[in-house]
């Protein structure tokens, strides 16, 4: 669940730049000038048709078996010399937090009020209107 959710809400939409060494790089047979600004952001790679069917749809069970490409693209704390420094620490509280709301229930019944939720995207994201909220059916 929280892969999931981690792909589908990622807090970092941007795209990530980095310079291309001196060297140049080669993608897919085609030659990237030393120098050049590159980029993909984790929205692009945790979207992706082709490694997410159905990419808007949250699908925890998506993750009892992960494919190679699900795990290659899944950069929700970026990757490298500037991924985040508290990974580990984001990644505990997230796993306490879900494991305390399930064992209290407290989702049970419950559903978004819009159908879409919209996030303002810059370096650190934030939902459009500032919260989420959530009506149970109970």
């Given amino acids: 669940m929280i892969k999931e959710g981690l792909r589908v809400a990622m807090a970092n939409p941007t795209h990530l730049p980095r310079v291309v060494p001196p060297t140049g790089l080669t993608v897919d047979s085609k030659l990237i000038p030393s120098g050049s600004i590159v980029g993909i952001s984790a929205h692009s790679l945790h979207l992706d048709r082709s490694v997410f ?60 009020v819009k159908s879409r939720i919209e996030i303002l995207e810059w370096f650190n994201s934030r939902v459009k209107g500032g919260r989420i909220e959530l009506v149970w059916d109970r």
């Avoid at 991924?83 to 990644?91: K, Y």
Wanted: hydrophobic share 45%; aromatic share 8%.
């Fill in 53 to 112: 069917p159905n990419p808007q749809k949250f699908e925890p069970e998506r993750w009892l078996d992960p494919s190679p490409e699900m795990i290659r693209n899944s950069i929700a704390f970026g990757v490298g010399a500037r991924q985040c420094i508290a990974q580990n620490l984001a990644t505990a509280e997230l796993f306490w937090a879900v494991d305390a709301i399930v064992r209290k229930d407290l989702l049970r019944g419950a559903r978004t």
